[in-house]
């Protein structure tokens, strides 16, 4: 799905902040190590995991964690999109419905909030930022 998506490719352009420094997204350990693309330390990669490696591992766990908080906000908050239960791959449009679900979910974070904005001590954006509405 990752080599479908065009995602390394788009990074690679693309993930460099204003002043040129490489970005990169962090991934579970099912995802190929880049430059724009991290994971967590395993052995295999490496011979021996040092305490640092096994720190920056639980660190980024949390963080990982925070993001599924997202996925949980969709589901709880739009319970048709629970897939197991109600769609069938093939027989609807599983895909669509997860989008229009995470957009008006997101709407519902611009105006409330969630755990995610909490938990970073962060304000989400307003509807018409999110949105891209200019005045």
Excluded at 28 to 36: E, F, G
Excluded at 59 to 74: K, P, Q, T
Excluded at 95 to 113: E, H, P, Q, W
């Amino acid at each position: 799905m990752l080599k479908d998506s065009g995602l390394l490719g788009s990074l690679e352009l693309h993930a460099h902040n204003p002043d040129g420094q490489l970005l990169c997204l962090y991934g579970d350990p099912a995802y190929p190590l880049r430059p724009q693309l991290m994971a967590p330390y395993r052995v295999g990669d490496v011979q021996v995991l040092t305490e640092d490696m096994k720190e920056f591992n639980r660190a980024m766990s949390s963080f990982r964690v925070s993001v599924e908080w997202l996925f949980g906000d969709v589901a709880n908050s739009f319970k048709f999109i629970d897939f197991k239960k109600n769609l069938k791959l093939r027989l609807s449009a599983v895909g669509k419905f997860y989008v229009v679900a995470a957009l008006m979910r997101n709407i519902l974070t611009c105006l409330y909030g969630n755990t995610t904005s909490k938990y970073f001590h962060i304000d989400p954006p307003t509807i018409d930022s999110h949105l891209g509405v200019h005045n």
